[in-house]
């Protein structure tokens, strides 16, 4: 063998060394991604088992109707378990070098903006709707039913793609494909929409989800995503409302609309008879720093006085209610008085913000069978309160937080007026607390959407989970 030969089968063996080397990089690469993987199901079971364990015992819970303290709901919500499947995906982020393609399809949650879609319907002999936010339900009025449907996305991040949707109208079948705006459907016809789909187009599919709902034979249907079909069309029946969102997906992670996970208890704060200068801004601060939202019942007068606040609540996502123009009690007013006062204060928040109000709370609570024909065919649903503070009457925070944290339940709606600067304290507390307790902070509206949806003509106490 001469010294070529020599050097050649050194070339030859050092290849074949680096080659099993490689080889059993790849062998430790996949081992872990099954360890991983292992980890992954392991800990999923071990959710799926915690929900399933606590649902029953909430039940029980509500069924005695006493409030559950905050260990047992943090059990109930499975908390540690979530906080668990967390945390393993952010090491499966900053390990997982060899499956950097996942990573990247999966994304970081905390890089991708939050962003909304926004849905605008076509009821039948009447105007397009302003564009809903995200998670809303929109209705067709009562003896109504919807012809067209637009949508479009805010917040959109720098991506390609954008939103797109078929409705599926009656006499004519699935239309084709629409994006961002277009027109899907009709206006001017009597031709009614029997089913939606919706996506999300080019990089956008790849980071967001997007689910959505309709109102069909008076129930909200169950959530679908991503191009399936919402509905059921050729069976005679219509679509008389339509909920849509935009969720970040999350690796190995179930998306939700809103981003509210319906399995952990939740909790719709509302403040009335605002806004006002100097309490409602600490409120939003308080929410916004523990990524909270509530819902305010304003006034029309109010929200004359204090625009900025108003827009400052849309871009936080909370949800802007009608509370009258001048706060006068349904029972005072004739059906031509209330339409106005309703739609002149609907109109103020339009100009304000671009929202158009979608529920009302009637002021003192009172409500009459005229009074609740108008909402009806106004298409707004009246929402009262289950927890009372009376904050108005003792402009004491202490009671206030007395009352809200002895007896708030999953489902509840707490009625307070973000007037009073007790009302301002408490609200510090109350919101901190209620986040301890493993409580997520939403709105009515996203609220409702997890119990069953709303629908017009109707009036609310609460969203608590039905006892089994
Ligand atoms: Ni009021």
């Given at each position: ?114 962003m909304d879609v926004l849905v605008s ?10 564009y809903?936010?995200d ?14 449907m637009k949508a479009t996305l805010r917040n959109q991040?720098?991506m390609s793609g954008t939103v797109q949707y078929s409705v ?9 494909w629409v994006e961002d705006t277009a027109?899907a ?11 939606v789909c919706m996506q999300l187009s080019g990089e956008l599919a790849?980071y967001y989800d997007i689910l959505y ?12 995503r991503n191009g ?14 339509i909920?849509a969102s935009v969720s ?221």
């Amino acid at each position: 063998m001469d010294e070529h030969d020599d050097l050649e089968l050194q070339k030859e063996k050092e290849k074949t060394q680096r080659q099993v080397k490689a080889e059993k990089r790849k062998q430790t690469v996949r081992n872990q991604i099954l360890i991983l993987a292992l980890a992954v199901i392991v800990v999923t079971a071990g959710l799926v088992f915690g929900l399933t364990r606590v649902n029953g015992k909430e039940s029980s819970d509500i069924a005695e109707g006493g409030a559950a303290s905050g260990e047992e709901l943090m059990a109930a919500a499975g908390e540690e378990d979530w906080e668990m499947t967390e945390v393993l995906s952010y090491e499966t982020f900053a390990e997982g070098d060899a499956e950097r393609e996942t990573i990247e399809a999966g994304h970081v949650w905390e890089d991708l903006p939050k962003m909304d879609v926004l849905v605008s319907v076509c009821p039948h002999g009447l105007d397009w709707t302003a564009y809903s936010p995200d998670n809303r339900c929109v209705l067709a009025p009562v003896n109504s039913y919807l012809t067209g449907m637009k949508a479009t996305l805010r917040n959109q991040p720098d991506m390609s793609g954008t939103v797109q949707y078929s409705v599926n109208v009656s006499g004519y079948g699935w239309i084709d494909w629409v994006e961002d705006t277009a027109l899907a459907g009709g206006e001017s016809t009597d031709t009614t929409i029997e089913a939606v789909c919706m996506q999300l187009s080019g990089e956008l599919a790849d980071y967001y989800d997007i689910l959505y709902s309709v109102y069909q034979n008076g129930v909200w249907t169950d959530w679908v995503r991503n191009g399936e079909e919402a509905g059921e069309s050729g069976v005679g029946l219509r679509v008389d409302g339509i909920r849509a969102s935009v969720s970040r997906k999350w690796p190995g992670e179930e998306s939700y609309a809103g981003e509210i996970n319906p399995a952990l208890p939740m909790v719709a704060l509302t403040y009335d008879d605002g806004p006002s200068k100097s309490v409602t801004p600490r409120i939003l601060d308080k929410l916004e720093s523990v990524g909270g939202r509530a819902t305010f019942f304003m006034v029309g007068e109010q929200v004359e006085r204090n625009p900025d606040v108003v827009n400052r609540m849309v871009q936080m996502g909370c949800e802007v209610g009608n509370h009258t123009f001048d706060h006068t009690e349904m029972t005072k007013l004739t059906q031509q008085e209330l339409t106005e006062e309703i739609q002149r204060t609907s109109q103020v928040i339009y100009d304000c913000t671009g929202i158009r109000p979608l529920i009302v709370r009637p002021p003192g609570g009172a409500e009459t069978d005229s009074g609740m024909d108008v909402l009806g065919f106004l298409s707004m649903p009246a929402i009262l309160w289950s927890v009372d503070t009376r904050d108005w009457k003792t402009r004491d925070a202490a009671q206030t937080i007395n009352t809200v944290l002895t007896t708030v339940q999953d489902g509840d709606i707490v009625l307070m007026h973000d007037l009073y600067d007790a009302t301002g304290d408490a609200s510090m507390t109350i919101i901190d607390e209620l986040v301890a307790r493993g409580y997520q902070l939403v709105t009515v509206s996203e609220l409702s959407a997890y119990r069953g949806g709303l629908e017009p003509e109707k009036s609310y106490m609460s969203f608590r989970r039905p006892v089994n």
